[in-house]
């Protein structure tokens, strides 16, 4: 791996600090990439159960699966209890009236402004995509578990899903041949038509390559930082390094909870202003 590799160039080898009791800088990676166990406090690290193949497709879940579930079953129970909420009363209580905050700021801040007066088609989908990765992002902070946001097949799969909303909102309010026709800009020249026409088609696909991108990107780098700066006291050898690196630690650890909402406001702005350059091709 490249992590190795750079730790296998530092001048103290890399023997020397597993026979001292430093950990390989492998266990850095362990604690970002997917895999078939799980680490639970007191127990250590637990394989997940081989399921059966189906037709030969393994199915087995992984760590990220798992954690997907997770937040999956959490968003669901959260708003089936606030939907309970509004039935018994028009003012919302305790957890409806923490929750109503996000959904108030998704549709009125990213939603309407976008959108337009159709907004409300879309809103459960931005709702539905913005507490998901909200919750898979916060998940990833509490010891033990896993960021699955961090796996770019997840974002990626997010941002397939916002690929074909944007393209069904699109076809949708300007019809298949109407839709794909207002990809081109109107009144450009005739003789620039081969080259915008490539770049246009190529413009669909780079926008959910980016949504997909940037999530990834900024969960993980955060989860990286934070465990090379544990691993320097390890690394180093020495106890004088660790209120320095457990500090900085704790900052980029805060940092986190910043990014963890931003990046889903981020995933879900995006969308939705792709979903409203769709819709309306007018403007």
Avoid: C
């Avoid at 059966?52 to 708003?79: Q, R, S, W």
Wanted: net charge neutral.
């Amino acid at each position: 791996m490249a992590v190795s590799s750079k730790i296998d160039t530092l001048a103290v080898p890399v023997d020397t600090l597993q026979k001292s009791g430093a950990p390989d800088s492998d266990w850095i990676m362990h604690h970002i990439v997917d895999g078939r166990e799980i680490e639970l406090p007191f127990l250590g690290y637990v394989h997940i159960p081989q399921f059966p193949l189906v037709f030969g497709i393994d199915i087995t879940p992984t760590k990220h699966v798992v954690f997907m579930l997770i937040a999956a079953i959490l968003v669901f129970i959260t708003f089936l209890s606030i939907a309970r909420n509004y039935k018994k009363s028009v003012i919302p209580r305790r957890l409806a009236n923490f929750f109503e905050i996000f959904i108030i700021f998704v549709r009125d801040e990213i939603a309407e402004p976008t959108l337009g007066k159709n907004y409300h088609k879309f809103l459960p989908y931005l709702l539905t995509l913005f507490f998901f990765i909200l919750f898979g992002n916060f998940l990833g902070l509490i010891p033990f578990s896993a960021t699955f946001t961090s796996n770019i097949a997840v974002t990626s799969t997010l941002a397939l899903l916002s690929f074909l909303m944007i393209q069904l909102g699109g076809i949708r309010h300007n019809g298949f041949f109407g839709y794909f026709k207002g990809l081109v800009p109107h009144g450009i020249p005739v003789w620039l038509l081969p080259l915008m026409i490539p770049v246009e088609v190529l413009g669909l696909f780079t926008k959910p390559i980016a949504l997909a991108i940037r999530l990834f990107a900024n969960m993980i780098a955060g989860h990286i930082v934070i465990l090379a700066l544990i691993g320097l006291i390890f690394f180093m050898g020495t106890i004088f390094i660790a209120p320095i690196s457990v500090a900085f630690a704790v900052f980029i650890y805060l940092l986190e909870i910043l990014v963890a909402l931003l990046q889903a406001y981020i995933f879900t702005m995006l969308t939705s202003l792709f979903i409203g350059m769709a819709v309306h091709q007018e403007h």
